[in-house]
């Protein structure tokens, strides 16, 4: 067990998000933008089925295919790129956090 967690901290979280991003919007949860992913995930799948349908009475049905294929690499890439926010909460990871650190900072700012 302790060979896999440990090969689990090497892994290359941005490329982990790439594949995620095969359902919009989880690789950015998993890279730790919770307002983004929740917010791709609903209204953004939502919305990029409506304007594929939308757009695909004008160009005989060719955006059913380009919408969504445009729309899952810009996801991607997007979740590639964003900042990983992985360890920046402490309230989501209080079994690593030291939390005398914390308090002796935060008296000090």
Not at 8 to 21: E, F, G, N, P
Request: hydrophobic share 50%; net charge neutral; aromatic share 14%.
């Amino acid at each position: 067990m302790k060979d896999i967690i440990n090969a689990w901290k090497t892994v290359d979280r941005d490329k982990v998000a790439i594949v995620l991003s095969v359902i919009p919007g989880l690789g950015h949860l998993y890279k730790h933008h919770y307002l983004a992913g929740f917010g791709i995930l609903t209204l953004g799948n939502v919305l990029m089925v409506f304007i594929a349908v939308l757009a695909s009475l004008g160009s005989f049905g060719i955006s059913l295919i380009a919408v969504p294929v445009a729309w899952f690499a810009g996801i991607s890439y997007s979740a590639y790129m964003a900042s990983d926010e992985h360890g920046h909460h402490p309230w989501l990871h209080v079994w690593e956090y030291h939390w005398a650190e914390f308090f002796h900072r935060s008296k000090k700012d």
